[in-house]
């Protein structure tokens, strides 16, 4: 019988780092905040896909590469950076339009829950400290013989650890009541959140 147990020590670890404070979760509270519940929910999906892929790329040995070539780390800082530096770019950009409170979650323009996805997936994917951490994981927890289906459910599991810690800031921070908070204080909340991400990125760039 295969034994499945270290799989509880793989999930506490992604608890544990997707509860810890980023670029994944400032990206779903300002879309869950400035957009609807539907957006920052569209965002939670594209960010736990994200470590999704991580997993499946780790169980390859993909990420350790990351790790075993400076020169592909180097690059992929540089990625991640030059993409969170962009995205700080375009909050600050935005901090000063004037809120548009939809009509209900529901009331989403064409395209927009695609993009915020998108926004969630790419920040995701960007960030070479969740590469590692995952890579890490595999390293620490999985044994040396992986029992049967171990990818597919590292994966799963990551994902739904991942999506339901976000979704639940996105519910929470989409109610009427919070939204009319970040309402009176939007300017001063997105451009913190865009400083924060600008300073992720340029440690990235340059250390």
Known sequence: MNDYSFLLAIAGVLFIGAMSPGPSFLVVAQNALAKSRVHGIATAVGTGLGVAIF???????????LEKVPSAFIAF??????Y???LAYRIWGGSTQALVIQEGDHSVEKGGAFKSFLLGLVT????PKT???IAGIFAAFVPAEPPAYTTLLVATIAFVIDFS????????????RTRNVYQRAKKSFDRTASIFLGVVGVKLLVS
Do not use: D
């Open 55 to 65: 997993a499946v790329l780790a169980s390859f040995g993909v990420t350790t590469l």
């Open 77 to 82: 800082k540089f990625i991640g950076g030059a």
């Open 84 to 86: 969170l530096l962009y």
């Open 124 to 127: 995701q994917t960007s960030n």
């Open 131 to 133: 590469a590692l951490v």
């Open 165 to 176: 810690w976000y979704a639940i800031v996105a519910i929470s921070l989409s109610n009427s």
